[in-house]
């Protein structure tokens, strides 16, 4: 049956038991699919029936449907033409893991990170309006998203505007890891409270059975049901915003749902609709471990297992790193923004509960909340990836470093994300904190190299970010050619012999598998100069050890535009040093695959670093 599903409209004529069938179908497509590719897996198994009602009642795409985050659009792809193509999921030249506006006219935005939707439903529907368009604009986000204070700047100006905005609120108790915080307890509160619902079901029976509502019975019907809820469901924060609550609903009830949406349908006000969902259902595995398969590699779709025979991460490696220094130090404390897994964290969240704080999917307010706790004498560790701390720069100049605030920023996923996309690629972060007074950003190569920044940072007195990638983490240095000295990096001297003056690569941390591998394979004789400091920056002693090479080449995993290969290349321009060339990320967005494949379209490669290295060579 699915196969056959090539729009919305094939849906809407099915039976409730062919819709059931098409649900199960859905869910074996997706897992199939993420077992192969990877991806998120409990969060799509969660909203199957919610996506099918969603498409049955509205009208997509002159209806917008707009996911937040939108990590959990898979059944959404597969109902909107998207099954031929759904087996290329997150794979180079494949469909995205996010809606993506350049695949389908069903998909609005191109959209990855949280709590967005509210605010772009509301200005699409708002556009709409004034162009005379009074079609539905419906934002669908989870729990988890609500976290985020935009979310809450979305639903006060909806409230505002007073437009016919529907919010979907998919309420699992889970974001990535379980939700935490007094957002989590209210919505647990609303779902243990459904003696207002039960009466306006009753009582919106029978407004359906009269036959025309003028004006001021309408009014005076709103006002009522109004009044109702202030008598059986007090404080609601929906409503006292200027929404129609409606809920919470059972978001496995396919049938149930669509009645509710019908209804909803011909409301002129904003709503929202509260539907209750279970992370991973229909998938064992995925209920009992949603944290797990929430983002998931391959795995065997026998019982979940996922194969992992690779050397730690650095992910890995700064989570020992952390509760080994934490034993020691009683003022480190760990923060997360909804993703202490992710981040390394979780280790570190059971050994010390009391110095752990997730404040959920709000970036913003974990890095003014990381300059109050190290007023306070603290020295919070904030762990971000480097995609989602784009959201937090202002904090950071305003909230930390021009508070002379000691903040250590582990900026995890820096340079080439795997799979993720154009929403989640980290190479924007030497360039958005290279201007930025008095802070320092390092870059560490190897897992001992990490663990002797981690220690640096501890001992500083200012801001300091540390940057790594998401990958195993490359073989060691040698202690001698690990010696720590502030400003300065490491030198890698070549193995090979020659009268002619060498190449230095000059490379951040996160590139030195790459840089290794293409000085082994390359005839040339050249040195490698690891850029452990970004800043603070030892010029004087980088002009001396530049002084006696050919040529240089910069190996970068950021963008080139205000990087630290640019920066350094005009200053060696400035030095009568015209012999230079700089592979960075070009001022592009860059599209899913692996890192292999990202790196290849960048031009940063093991064969393009060869290929600088033969040129400069001449």
Not at 116 to 142: E, F, M, P, Q, Y
Not at 587 to 597: A, D, I, L, P, V
């Amino acid at each position: 049956m699915l196969e056959n599903i090539s729009s919305p409209s094939d849906i809407k004529q099915l039976s409730q038991k062919e819709l059931k069938l098409l649900a199960s179908q859905i869910r074996e497509k997706i897992i199939q699919t993420v077992a192969k590719n990877g991806g998120h897996l409990a969060s799509n198994l969660g909203v199957v029936e919610l996506t099918i009602a969603l498409h049955r009642v509205f009208e997509s795409p002159d209806d917008a449907i707009i996911w937040d985050v939108s990590h959990q659009c898979y059944a959404h792809k597969l109902l909107t033409g998207r099954y031929n193509s759904f087996d290329t999921l997150r794979t180079k030249d494949g469909i995205s893991g996010f809606t993506n506006t350049n695949e389908s006219k069903h998909d609005f935005f191109i959209n990855g990170h949280s709590s967005t939707s509210i605010s772009s439903a509301l200005g699409l529907l708002t556009a709409w309006n004034l162009n005379n368009n009074n079609h539905k604009v419906i934002a669908v986000i989870g729990d988890g998203a609500l976290t985020g204070g935009m979310a809450f700047e979305g639903l006060s100006h909806a409230g505002q505007l007073c437009k016919n905005l529907i919010v979907v609120l998919n309420d699992n108790q889970m974001s990535i890891d379980h939700n935490t915080g007094s957002i989590s307890r209210y919505l647990s509160r609303l779902s243990m409270s459904p003696r207002y619902q039960s009466f306006r079901y009753r009582v919106d029976k029978i407004i359906d059975k009269i036959p025309y509502l003028g004006p001021r019975l309408e009014k005076f019907i709103f006002r009522f049901k109004r009044s109702l809820k202030g008598l059986l469901l007090t404080n609601n924060l929906f409503t006292d915003l200027g929404f129609e609550y409606v809920g919470p609903l059972d978001g496995h009830n396919e049938l149930s749902m669509e009645k509710v949406f019908k209804k909803v349908q011909k409301l002129h006000r904003p709503v929202v609709v509260h539907v209750v969902t279970k992370k991973g259902k229909g998938y064992s595995p995925a209920e009992n471990n949603p944290e797990i398969f929430h983002g998931i590699g391959p795995f065997q779709t026998s019982d979940g297992k996922v194969d992992n025979f690779e050397p730690l991460s650095f992910t890995e490696e700064f989570s020992n790193i952390i509760v080994n220094e934490a034993e020691q130090n009683n003022k480190i404390v760990g923060i997360t923004a909804a993703m202490s897994k992710g981040t390394g964290l979780a280790y570190f969240s059971k050994k010390f509960p009391d110095r752990f704080f997730d404040v959920g999917i709000a970036e913003e307010h974990a890095v003014t909340f990381a300059g109050g706790l190290a007023a306070g004498g603290l020295i919070p560790v904030v762990c971000i990836y480097s995609t989602f701390i784009q959201r937090a720069v202002d904090q950071i100049i305003h909230d930390v470093v021009l508070q002379k605030a000691h903040v250590i920023f582990m900026l995890d996923r820096a340079g080439a994300v795997p799979n993720d996309g154009v929403t989640h690629q980290g190479i924007f972060d030497i360039s958005l904190f290279l201007p930025i007074p008095d802070i320092q950003i390092l870059s560490p190569s190897t897992s001992k190299d990490l663990y002797y920044c981690f220690k640096y940072a501890l001992k500083s007195d200012s801001a300091v970010a540390i940057r790594y990638p998401k990958l195993s983490c490359p073989q060691e240095l040698s202690d001698r050619q690990l010696e720590f000295v502030k400003g300065r990096g490491i030198l890698i001297n070549s193995e090979k012999k020659s009268s002619k003056k060498k190449i230095l690569i000059v490379s951040t941390g996160g590139m030195y598998a790459e840089v290794k591998r293409a000085v082994s394979q390359s005839d040339a004789v050249c040195d490698i100069y690891l850029l452990r400091f970004i800043k603070p920056f030892d010029e004087k002693y980088f002009f001396k050890l530049t002084s006696d090479y050919k040529g240089i080449i910069f190996v970068e995993d950021g963008v080139k535009i205000g990087g630290i290969s640019e920066y350094l290349s005009l200053l060696l321009n400035k030095n009568n040093f015209f012999n230079v060339k700089i592979l960075a990320f070009n001022n592009q967005f860059y599209e899913h695959g692996n890192r292999k494949q990202i790196l290849e379209e960048a031009g940063l490669s093991v064969n393009d670093i060869i290929r600088a290295i033969k040129e400069i060579s001449k």
